[in-house]
């Protein structure tokens, strides 16, 4: 089974912090994406990566950057966290090829910014 | 236009009995892929279903199909004898490649109440 896990299940930063959400797959897929989920909008993409340090700007990356040193590994971060970046965040990876190139999520992050 | 659309906010079904969650998209591709998650309150999204746009066939997975009109482009996500564990959102999702990268786009979603 594809197993995606994310740092934290819930976190709580103030204003102007730098953020780091982590995620990581066991799956060796090349795919890895980030999400975010508010209520009423569906799951929006911030970025994505298609390989090692290769990233991809999604439908709404302003205010955050990604980085991929190593191929299980996806950070989101904020550089400078605002309140209306209080969201879930959701991590998800897939392999290009596989047919069906379904993505799988990890359980998500509630972030709330103060 | 929205790409995915989902124009069920809320659904409500007996248990033991069938549901349809609809679910309409638009796309100019004619390589597409559909599909449905789960989300329970937990907040973590489960794959339950794929339908790839040249499958010949409506996909079914368990007690889960997916009844695929391409003409009309819709992609309804059928649950027949729902359980209480069915109570959950659920999100229509549309891939499509651009530039050589697959990427999902998804609706806003159905949730669904099952009651005893």
């Known amino acids: 089974d594809v197993k995606v896990t994310q740092s934290s299940r819930y976190l709580v930063k103030r204003t102007g912090e730098k953020v780091f959400l982590e995620c990581v797959q066991d799956m060796d897929h090349e795919n890895m994406f980030w999400y975010r989920q508010d209520p009423g909008l569906g799951l929006r993409l911030i970025y994505f990566?298609?390989?090692?340090?290769?990233?991809e700007k999604g439908d709404i990356p302003e205010g955050y950057s990604v980085s991929r040193e190593k191929k299980e590994r996806f950070s989101l971060i904020l550089e400078s966290a605002s309140t209306n970046q209080t969201s879930m965040y959701l991590c998800?990876?897939?392999?290009?090829?596989?047919?069906?190139?379904?993505?799988?999520f990890g359980p998500g992050t509630r972030l709330t910014v103060l | 236009a929205q790409k995915i659309t989902q124009t069920q906010p809320g659904m409500f079904v007996q248990e033991k009995e069938a549901v349809t969650l609809d679910c309409t998209y638009d796309?100019?591709?004619?390589?597409?892929?559909l599909f449905w998650y789960k989300q329970p309150s937990s907040g973590e999204m489960i794959f339950l279903i794929y339908q790839g746009s040249y499958d010949q066939q409506n996909a079914t997975e368990g007690r889960y199909s997916l009844n695929f009109q391409k003409a009309r482009k819709s992609a309804n996500l059928v649950i027949s004898a729902s359980q209480l564990g069915d109570s959950a959102m659920y999100f229509c999702a549309m891939r499509e490649t651009d530039s050589g990268y697959s990427t999902l786009t998804f609706g806003k979603g159905t949730m669904l109440l099952v009651s005893p």
């Open positions: 796309t100019s591709d004619p390589s597409y892929g």
């Open positions: 998800a990876s897939s392999e290009p090829g596989q047919g069906t190139d379904t993505q799988y």
């Open positions: 990566s298609y390989d090692v340090k290769m990233k």
